[in-house]
């Protein structure tokens, strides 16, 4: 996927914070650390750094969610990285996600307060979430 498809999707998938931008996802695929996972309609983006790997985004568009393509796309890139383990970071109020994760032995382990900004000036708490992997 370009940068250009990665901004669409993300931008469908994400209407309750900022959307990441194509030169957005184009400065993180730079990076060697980066590394991309893909499916129809869908892609995950980890960092993969001493042993341990970040869950930056994943984003499903709205026509596939609920289809498997979130599970399909944890298990790829869970299987496919050379990491002990791995940590995300989900909204508060993302329901769907925190099952998601949940689902994939990820479980809580501390909170970011108003960490996610949200139209009108409001905010929503970040959970930080970890899982080993080995």
Sequence with gaps: ???SELSQIHGAAFTMSRPWSAKEFEDLLR???THLFTCTQ???LVQVIAGEAELLTIA???DAQGKGAGGTLMLKWM???DADEAF???AADNLAAKHLYARHG?????RRYAYYARG???SVDAITMRRALK
Aim: net charge negative; glycine share 12%.
């Design 1 to 3: 996927m370009t940068p």
């Design 31 to 33: 990076n060697k650390h």
């Design 42 to 44: 869908g892609f995950a």
């Design 60 to 62: 499903v568009h709205p």
């Design 79 to 81: 299987s496919s990285v």
């Design 88 to 90: 995300l970071e989900v």
């Design 106 to 110: 990820f479980a809580g382990v501390a």
């Design 120 to 122: 009108l000036g409001d």
